[in-house]
C-alpha cells in the first residue's frame, strides 16, 4: 500500500480527475480538491 501511495505522489501530474485507480483491491477515484491538489476518495463513498 505504501509503495503505491508514494507511486501517486511522483506521478500525480499524469492521473486525470475521475479516474479509477486500484489499491490493494479497493477502488478509488481521483477528485479535484483545489488548485493543484487531486484527492482520491474511495468509491464507496462516491455511490449512492
Same mark, same amino acid.
Given at each position: 500500500?505504501?509503495? /503505491? #501511495?508514494?507511486?501517486?505522489?511522483?506521478?500525480?501530474? *499524469? $492521473?486525470? +480527475?475521475? %479516474?479509477? #485507480?486500484?489499491?490493494? *483491491? /479497493?477502488?478509488? !477515484?481521483? +477528485? %479535484?480538491?483545489?488548485? *493543484?491538489? !487531486? #484527492? $482520491? !476518495?474511495? +468509491? +464507496?463513498?462516491?455511490? %449512492?
Amino acid at each position: 500500500m505504501d509503495e /503505491a #501511495v508514494d507511486w501517486l505522489k511522483r506521478h500525480h501530474q *499524469g $492521473l486525470l +480527475v475521475g %479516474s479509477i #485507480v486500484v489499491i490493494a *483491491g /479497493a477502488a478509488f !477515484v481521483t +477528485v %479535484s480538491a483545489g488548485t *493543484g491538489l !487531486v #484527492v $482520491l !476518495v474511495p +468509491v +464507496v463513498l462516491l455511490a %449512492s
